[in-house]
């Protein structure tokens, strides 16, 4: 067993892992933390996609003791404090992005980094930004349409401040 | 009594509501299967067989059982009469030839992935360390894997049963009553007219839902709890009722938020019936949770036909006949409803054209794979892709432009209702309308032109047009058709209407949804019917315990079936309050009339609020003599036909003639989906559709090798499609209203998968035909595509590499 000491949503945890166990497993079964999902076993999925230390990463693809020291956002710590949605998450819900949700908590993360990175990405930058992450549901189109909507209420709001 | 206030709001039904679901969904706080964890849980871990077909000679599960924290091990041996079997609910013929399915086989394993042993443990990963602890002995036999073959008898799949041949379905016009007799129109094409031959394949899918499948089962307590990722927890009661002793009222299943479907979760599975019995010997709850790859391997796949078609037409194009011979794969059981997908095709390969003769012929076949079942059309794609593909090989052979000679043959819009070669009545529809529509906003004209410039010069890129008319038969079902078809159930759906003392409404519906929107759409229905706020509606469903009755949610029925009951549910509701507010009123019930949620006077300002006769009714100080005190209601409702939505579907690909990469340049479509009632969600469900339809044309397959192991076992190899691998859809709707339900729904879930494929395929073909092609087989992959333009004529028809690494022999030389 190896202890590991992180910051997972904005709080500190430490816990003694096995080397082999995953980020992904560390956050749901020893952390409760649900809202990550496992949707597959060779990494091409992305439904378990979470920031750490500000990128986004695929959390089965992450051992839970490299994450040791680091800080880890889920989708659970996006909104804010006050129930506040993240832009993106408000931009999901309006577009209509989503429809069984699995795939939604790793697209939104991704979505959120995507943006970060490039803040007015065109249709085929979102579309290449999100392909390592599948959604078998909405055909994609709205998922585009949200991440589009967000860039666009972003710089809005960068307008406006 | 409140004074009478004119509605100010707009309708529900057509608008575009953002969803009740997305909240818990988009903030993780959505409530899976495997998030569930009991005090005392333990888990589940399967061994399963490598090999396809194999006697087990020897299984020690001495090592495992003694792993840390191992509390059991079982092998099929262990199984006592408790454990049940896995049922077939639809036996097509009375001699279909049926395999014993028993959750885990004791002697012999008949496909790579099935299970030959349980290990149960305090956690997951110990289950697992000691799964891979357990010694098995196979002595492997020869496995039936080609279909061909396998309907040839050539290898047994179980040799016990003497044959692979499971059930011939026959359907002819001519002894049926509906139509003439197909030889004779074939015979006198072949003199005066034109017949078509072809040999198409309907590759084996898999619906590869973004939730792998997950079981949890709690023994404790007056009912056994079972939580699973499924699409029928009502049907999965009645088959555990039915087949383990547990008697169904102490039973509860309950469907937890569910990740995707698509006919992949309409099943009673092993796993599911290992855990119900694995739960009753430890008496604890116990939890299994599927890996990717064992959701790949072992959930059942979709399609698997090979196609033998023969059309029949005059010179000029009028179609006279189509005969329609299948092979169908059932894999090595035959599972819920897999022996009858390729039936539901049987009347939809006459789709919207005037055949006067049709004959249907379908020989299921038992192989060493995974069973398969239904997957977002099941039998309808398939049929659509026939019939669609052969009106192109119809329009080349006859030179009559493809749209033209669809037009020429299909049923016009003041024809309807019209009753078709296959026995069906289609209520209403306008086809001319749609594809009027669709050439509009697909620039029909303008992309003939390119493609007529491209071919003359030349052009290394060549540009192909698919198109693809089509409607299906859905809202699935009327139960005396289903009777008819020997199907084991009915079709009705069942909904509950409670109104609450303080002015809310809860809704139940026997429907499951498992990402549809159920509750949004059903939400506006009742806002609109009852005259109350969208957000006073609560939707209730997927738990047995508080929806007691339904038939669960699969073939596009949910709105048209599901919806229809819980129309006729609120209807009763106001009919029960009516007599109450008559009576508060002080009014003869003859003058009170009910509009925007109040009970009014006829020539008076006087009314009350459905809100307010509830808080009476529940308070019953002041009701109607004899009358109950509850205004709640019931209502099953069971259709009297299937729905058919219809659409055009055009596509236009770019392929390089030179690599046999293809590019999906345009994709435009507009479907008769009837009424609307959330155009949101609608398209998102097209969206869906069209997705997985592309994705069976171009990307797509499920590979097995020679020894029966599927190669395409993960997503490195098993092609679901990525943002990068699609564009934007342009997705239009008309509405002729049905005419079999009050609401004039038809249905849209697998719409935009039937309609796509042969758009998509057709178009590909369209753009080399010119250089000699005739046909490429699914998917269209560049090497397909590429040696098919080589081989000009050859069909490209090679089957997929089944080695994802191709070994290279040196004494053989190039790659085998």
Request: charged share 20%; with cysteine.
């Given at each position: 067993m190896t202890k590991i000491n992180l910051t997972v949503d904005g709080a500190t945890v430490s816990d003694d892992v096995?080397?082999?166990?995953l980020l992904v497993q560390y956050l749901r079964e020893?952390?409760?933390?649900?809202?990550t999902v496992i949707?597959?076993?060779?990494?091409?999925?992305?439904?378990?996609t979470v920031h750490l230390n500000g990128r986004s990463v695929k959390s089965c693809n992450v051992l839970a003791v490299q994450a040791d020291g680091a800080e880890v956002t889920t989708i659970e710590g996006l909104?804010?404090?006050?129930?506040d949605l993240h832009q993106v998450q408000e931009s999901f819900h309006q577009c209509h992005g989503?429809?069984?949700?699995?795939c939604t908590p790793g697209m939104i993360m991704q979505s959120v980094d995507l943006l970060n990175e490039n803040p007015n990405p065109s249709e085929q930058e979102i579309r290449l930004g999100l392909e390592g992450n599948l959604c078998r549901?909405?055909?994609?189109q709205n998922i585009v349409k949200a991440v589009q909507h967000a860039a666009s209420a972003n710089a809005s709001e960068g307008d406006a401040s | 009594m409140t004074v009478v206030e004119e509605p100010t709001s707009a309708p529900e039904i057509g608008r575009d509501r953002r969803r009740k679901e997305d909240q818990r969904l988009i903030t993780g706080r959505t409530k899976w299967t495997d998030n569930i964890v009991l005090p005392g849980m333990l888990h589940m871990a399967m061994v399963r067989s490598p090999f396809a077909h194999a006697t087990i000679t020897n299984i020690d599960l001495t090592d495992a059982k003694a792993a840390?924290?191992?509390v059991a091990v079982y092998s099929?041996?262990?199984?006592?009469?408790?454990?049940g079997v896995l049922i077939n609910?639809?036996?097509?013929?009375?001699d279909q030839v049926t395999p014993a399915h028993p959750p885990?086989?004791?002697?012999?394993?008949?496909?790579?992935?099935?299970?030959?042993a349980v290990i149960v443990a305090r956690t997951a990963a110990e289950a697992r360390d000691a799964a891979e602890l357990v010694d098995v002995d196979y002595d492997e036999l020869p496995a039936a894997v080609d279909l061909k073959e396998a309907a040839a008898d050539k290898?047994?799949?179980?040799?016990?049963?003497?044959?692979?041949?499971s059930a011939l379905w026959v359907f002819d016009s001519a002894a049926a009553g509906t139509g003439s007799d197909v030889e004779d129109a074939i015979a006198k094409a072949r003199t005066d007219g034109v017949v078509v031959e072809r040999e198409f394949r309907q590759q084996r899918l898999i619906p590869a839902f973004m939730e792998p499948r997950s079981v949890v089962v709690d023994p404790s307590g007056e009912q056994l709890t079972m939580w699973t990722a499924s699409q029928v927890p009502h049907i999965v009661r009645f088959a555990l009722a039915a087949t383990t002793g547990v008697p169904e009222s102490k039973i509860r299943v309950i469907a937890p938020?569910?990740?995707?479907?698509?006919?992949?979760?309409l099943q009673v599975t092993p796993e599911e019936w290992i855990a119900w019995w694995v739960a009753r010997q430890v008496h604890r709850p116990v939890k299994y949770t599927e890996t990717r790859s064992e959701s790949l391997m072992a959930a059942h796949h979709g399609r698997d036909q090979w196609q033998k078609l023969t059309l029949s037409a005059e010179k000029d194009g009028t179609v006279t006949g189509f005969k329609v011979e299948l092979t169908a794969d059932l894999g090595s059981y035959i599972s819920l409803v897999g022996g009858g997908v390729p039936v539901l095709g049987a009347f939809m390969f006459n789709s919207i054209y005037k055949f006067p003769a049709y004959h249907f012929a379908c020989q299921t076949v038992l192989t060493n794979k995974a069973w398969t079942d239904a997957y977002r059309g099941a039998g309808r794609p398939e049929a659509t892709f026939g019939i669609e593909r052969m009106m192109d090989e119809l329009a080349v052979e006859t030179g009559i432009e493809p749209m033209e000679l669809r037009q020429k043959n299909w049923i016009t819009?003041?024809?309807?209702?019209f009753t078709t070669v296959a026995g069906l009545e289609y209520d209403s529809g306008n086809y001319e309308a749609a594809t009027e529509e669709a050439m509009a906003n697909f620039g029909y004209d303008e992309l003939r032109a390119e493609q007529k410039q491209r071919r003359e010069s030349g052009d290394t890129v060549q540009l192909g047009i698919g198109i693809s008319t089509f409607t299906e038969m859905c809202g699935l079902a009327p139960s005396r058709v289903l009777g008819s078809l020997d199907y084991g159930a009915g079709g009705w759906e069942h909904a509950s209407v409670r109104m609450m003392a303080t002015g809310t409404v809860e809704v139940i519906t026997g429907a499951t949804a498992h990402g549809q929107g159920h509750a949004t759409a059903f939400s506006q229905i009742v806002s609109d019917r009852?005259?109350?706020?969208?957000?006073?509606v609560q939707v209730l469903a997927g738990d047995t315990a508080i929806s007691s009755k339904g038939m669960d949610t699969?073939?596009?029925?949910?709105?048209?079936v599901g919806g229809e009951a819980l129309v006729k549910a609120v209807d009763k509701v106001i009919e029960k309050a009516k007599p109450v507010a008559a009576h508060l009123l002080e009014?003869?019930?003859?003058?009170i009339s009910f509009k925007g949620g109040t009970f009014s006077v006829a020539g008076t300002d006087q009314g009350m609020t459905i809100q307010e006769i509830a808080l009476a009714t529940f308070a019953?100080?002041?009701?109607?003599?004899?009358?109950?005190?509850s205004l709640d209601a019931d209502a099953t409702f069971d259709p009297v036909n299937f729905n058919y939505p219809h659409g055009t579907h055009l596509c236009a690909m770019e392929v390089d003639?030179?690599?046999?990469q293809v590019t999906m340049r345009k994709y435009t479509c507009v479907d008769?989906?009837?009424?609307?009632?959330n155009p949101l969600i609608v398209e998102g469900q097209v969206h869906g559709g069209l997705a997985q339809g592309i994705a069976q044309a171009l990307f797509e397959e499920a590979v097995h090798d020679e020894a029966g192991?599927?190669?395409?076992?993960?997503f490195v190899d098993y092609l679901v499609p990525t943002a990068a691998d699609l564009i934007n859809f342009d997705v239009s709707h008309r509405s002729t209203p049905?005419?079999?339900?009050?609401?004039g729904t038809k249905g849209v879930g697998e719409a935009g998968t039937i309609a796509s494929t042969p758009a998509v395929v057709n178009a590909v073909i369209d753009a080399v035909?010119?250089?000699?092609?005739a046909d490429i087989q699914m998917p269209c992959t560049p090497e397909r595509v590429w040696k098919a333009i080589q081989s000009?004529?050859?069909?490209?028809?090679?089957?997929?590499?089944?080695?994802a690494m191709p070994h290279f022999d040196p004494a053989e030389g190039a790659e085998q």
């Open positions: 096995e080397p082999r166990m020893s952390l409760g933390k649900t809202g949707g597959c076993d060779t990494s091409n999925c992305g439904a378990c909104a804010q404090e006050n129930g989503l429809q069984c949700g699995f549901c909405t055909g994609y | 840390p924290n191992v099929g041996a262990d199984l006592d009469e408790s454990a609910a639809w036996p097509i013929t009375p885990i086989p004791t002697d012999r394993v008949t496909f790579a992935g099935e299970i030959v290898v047994l799949a179980h040799p016990d049963l003497g044959t692979n041949k938020d569910v990740g995707g479907g698509f006919g992949g979760k819009h003041d024809e309807f209702p009852l005259g109350v706020p969208f957000e006073d699969y073939g596009s029925r949910s709105l048209v009014a003869s019930i003859d003058d019953a100080h002041n009701l109607p003599d004899g009358m109950e005190p003639t030179e690599t046999g008769d989906i009837g009424t609307v009632i192991t599927l190669v395409s076992g993960s049905a005419l079999t339900n009050t609401l035909r010119h250089l000699g092609v000009a004529g050859a069909g490209g028809a090679e089957p997929t590499t089944a080695d």
